[in-house]
């Protein structure tokens, strides 16, 4: 019904934001990926998904089209709704998503709280084939890179440290050391920086 929801940004918080449009104030669910995109800026424009349920009429905001189509994918997914969908987006970033259903990698999906080993395994059968025909390519996804990224990044939140910040430092270190390094040293190294 709305393809996208273009104004002011009247409040903004990690589960949703207000987009003024001439005085009429749109309340929009958002995923923490979206949230971090849209960062402090006056206007913004987000593409929205409107979800019809019998005791509720919500609107869902995404900072591109390609996180909203794969919203859409996920929930067409037997037993995944509108908030388990952004909560998947929420814990893990749209290619990081797309890369765990195109290379049947179902245990970053079960990283995500909530999702089950039958519910990822659902997603990886029901999307594989709808991710490829959509033209999501694989080669454009480093692995090695992406893979010992989470491997580290599991390690650390494990061990107690803030996700975010741990994938921060992650980030900092892979930069520096242009994925010479194993888990090991990738978590090492970020200690250090933590």
Do not use: W
């Amino acid at each position: 019904m709305y393809a996208y929801i273009e104004g002011r940004l009247a409040e903004k918080n990690p589960a949703h934001v207000v987009i003024d449009v001439n005085g009429m104030g749109f309340l929009l669910h958002i995923s923490l990926n979206t949230y971090s995109k849209i960062g402090h800026e006056e206007k913004c424009r987000l593409y929205t998904h409107l979800v019809i349920r019998e005791d509720a009429q919500l609107l869902y905001g995404f900072a591109d089209e390609g996180e909203r189509a794969l919203f859409r994918q996920l929930i067409s997914v037997s037993g995944v709704g509108a908030n388990t969908a952004r909560l998947i987006l929420s814990s893990l970033a749209p290619a990081e998503v797309a890369e765990a259903i195109l290379t049947g990698n179902t245990p970053v999906l079960q990283s995500v709280k909530g999702i089950g080993g039958k519910t990822a395994q659902r997603i990886v059968v029901d999307l594989k084939d709808k991710l490829e025909k959509a033209g999501t390519e694989v080669e454009k996804l480093d692995f090695k890179h992406n893979t010992l990224k989470i491997e580290a990044l599991s390690g650390l939140t494990t061990l107690g440290f803030n996700k975010n910040l741990a994938e921060k430092a992650l980030d900092k270190v892979l930069n520096k050391h242009e994925g010479t390094l194993s888990v090991e040293d990738l978590i090492k190294h970020a200690l250090k920086i933590l």
